[in-house]
């Protein structure tokens, strides 16, 4: 799937930069850490949680690049990458 927002149950939306693809599995447990952990957690310190950026998961590649090594989770789908809460 590709996972472009998160919708709290205010309705309010957490945007995902770039929309991230990703298995369907993964996606679910993001939301649900998003919404259980961190929007409630910026709201205890005052701030707003709008987005993630510098996000990326499925990218078809070998570990760290490297060739001859086994394939990475990022090309299965299975890893998240977050670079930056705003």
Not at 16 to 24: E, F, Q
Not at 39 to 57: D, I, K, M, N, W
Request: with cysteine; proline share 1%.
């Amino acid at each position: 799937v590709t996972l472009i927002a998160i919708r709290l149950g205010s309705g309010r939306a957490i945007s995902l930069s770039g929309g991230v693809v990703m298995r369907c599995a993964l996606a679910a447990q993001i939301v649900e850490w998003v919404r259980t952990d961190l929007a409630p957690l910026s709201a205890s310190h005052g701030l707003e949680l709008r987005a993630l950026s510098g996000v990326g998961a499925h990218e078809c590649r070998t570990r760290n690049h490297q060739v001859g090594e086994r394939i990475s989770e990022h090309a299965r789908g299975n890893a998240f990458d977050l670079r930056r809460l705003e």
